[in-house]
């Protein structure tokens, strides 16, 4: 199986950001630990702090991959643009975060890409990504 795991603004600073809230590895040593674990899926990986970059990315995977393992950031709580991107393609998409974001301010409650999601798994840490993962195998 195809699958992209699509990271969005300040998830590139994973490691130094934050690390109470989102933990001290970087995306890049949890990426080759799944990658390590799952090595019969043909995993990829994109980060962008640019909304159009996301939206350019779902385009291009968004007819021919198995599955999108996304979080958007602060762009979850924001674009309508990223939620009509996800609306028109195939491809399914399912919504992660590190954090609880219900746990979180108020307007970390609203999603723009849930109600166009296949599912939304978060607050288990990097683990988020591989739940969503299992979920797709
Ligand atoms: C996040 C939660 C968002 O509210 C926040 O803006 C992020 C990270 C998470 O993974 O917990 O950038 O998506």
């Known amino acids: 199986k195809k699958i992209l795991i699509l990271n969005g603004p300040n998830l590139n600073l994973l490691g130094k950001r934050e690390p109470t809230i989102y933990g001290t590895l970087t995306f890049e040593e949890y990426f080759e630990s799944i990658k390590k674990k799952y090595a019969d899926v043909e995993l990829v990986y994109y980060q962008s702090n640019v909304e159009g970059e996301l939206i350019n990315k779902l385009h291009e995977v968004g007819f021919s991959f198995d599955g999108v393992i996304f979080n958007a950031g602060a762009y979850t709580h924001t674009s309508v643009a990223i939620g009509d991107a996800i ?7 399912i919504e992660v975060h590190i954090s609880n974001v219900h746990a979180r301010e108020e307007f970390r409650h609203v999603s723009y890409i849930a109600p166009n999601a296949k599912g939304v798994i978060a607050g288990f840490g990097l683990q988020s990504y591989e739940l969503a993962l299992e979920s797709f195998l």
């Open 87 to 93: 609306k028109g393609i195939e491809t399914p998409v």
